[in-house]
């Protein structure tokens, strides 16, 4: 006979555990989409400011090219190779979508947030009288919000936990 290893997960023995409960997964799930919204975002960046700038610089020489004065051979291959690092970051921008990946997960942050403070009013106030139609809409509400979100790398989630435990509140990922 071989021995499981014990989990330490306990279900909720009660409404006000349970509520408990879905307050800390929609509070961990709420920071972690924040923070991923914010890595997606600082990510495109990283792509888009390259192309920016690179591209600045290729309409600069274009118009320097048009004027009588010779441009040297060297000077165009260096031209010909920044318009082509400027199209492939561009299409690497495209392709990962990271704007519109981030704005996803902010917006399911946001989603996550409206439930936590539906539940912080519930734990704070009034738990165990709650109606079970009440707690039904919620745990709906929070299935949805999971089924429809984005993913979240399992790193992110421990991230978020880690500092939830040294923090009590993840207090490092910024809410922008």
Known sequence: MSSKPSSSYQPPANQRELVLAWLRRARESQMAHYEMANLLSTRGRWLGVPVILITTVIGTSVFASLSSVE???????VVGTLSAIAAVLSSL?????????????RATA???GAIRRKLEILYAEHTETAEKHYLDTLREELDRISDESPHVPVSVF??????????GEAQTVRQS
């Not at 921008?93 to 997960?105: A, G």
């Open 71 to 77: 441009i040297s051979s060297g000077a165009k291959i």
């Open 110 to 112: 946001a989603r996550y």
């Open 158 to 167: 421990e991230r978020i936990q880690k500092n939830i435990f040294y923090t």
């Open 93 to 105: 921008q495209t392709f990962f979508k990271y704007s519109e990946r981030s704005e996803k997960h």
